[in-house]
């Protein structure tokens, strides 16, 4: 079966660090990406991780760990307008190039 | 043009009615792909084009949900008889990857649609 879990909902502080994690159980692996989606907006692409190990963009990072299926995206220096949701999703090459999706994580920056 | 783009934007239909959905992919983007999202919820594939073949339109969920790109860059999804679970929002995402390889995925807005 394919599963993707991450948290419903977060809060941090303005300037503050936050981690938010995402785990994954797919019969096929060929990445893994993570999206920003503003409410009413589409998502748009924040990084895509297929090797084991740290991504880092300025003030967001995102990990991999392919033996664990198990990802990170890092967000430093938070502002309010990182208030968004933070979708994790598992790209499967073998299954018709499907981006499996989870949830969402909403995450709410409090000043 | 610069982004991918919906029509129309939101859509508001009454249960039974026909409605359909445009999305003009970027310009060159071999593959489209078409999501459900509920509110809250992670977006829901339904299918997926490379230029006018849809090779994949599993996520489709009944055959009221009809998709087409026949000439490799405009898609349009229809929803027939549309009823209220059909209420969400549709998303659209275009991206330059061929088979062998994988590209970031463009969304356009989404079109909201609303079943009464």
């Known amino acids: 079966g394919q599963n993707i879990d991450q948290p419903t909902e977060m809060t941090a502080t303005e300037g503050a660090i936050v981690q938010i994690n995402c785990t994954y159980q797919?019969?096929?692996?060929?990445?893994l990406f993570w999206y920003q989606q503003h409410a009413g907006e589409a998502p748009t692409f924040l990084s895509y991780?297929?090797l084991d190990g740290l991504e880092e963009k300025g003030r967001f990072s995102s990990f991999l760990s392919r033996s664990k299926g198990y990802s990170y995206l890092l967000l430093k220096e938070l502002q309010m307008k990182d208030s968004a949701s933070y979708l994790c999703?598992?790209?499967?090459?073998?299954?018709?190039?499907?981006?499996?999706w989870g949830l969402g994580t909403s995450l709410a920056v409090n000043p | 043009g610069a982004g991918v783009s919906q029509s129309p934007r939101y859509k508001v239909a009454k249960r039974g009615q026909d409605v359909a959905l445009r999305c003009d992919p970027i310009s060159g983007h071999v593959s489209l792909f078409w999501y459900q999202q509920a509110l809250g919820q992670g977006p829901e594939f339904l299918t997926y084009f490379q230029n006018e073949a849809q090779l994949d339109k599993s996520g489709l969920p009944s055959d009221r949900f009809f998709a087409e790109r026949p000439e490799g860059s405009v898609s349009t999804l229809k929803i027939q008889r549309t009823q209220q679970e059909d209420s969400a929002v549709y998303l659209c995402a275009s991206s330059l990857a061929q088979p062998s390889s994988y590209n970031e995925q463009f969304f356009g807005p989404g079109t909201r649609l609303t079943v009464l």
């Open positions: 991780n297929v």
């Open positions: 797919t019969s096929g692996f060929n990445g």
């Open positions: 999703a598992v790209y499967n090459a073998g299954n018709n190039r499907k981006l499996i």
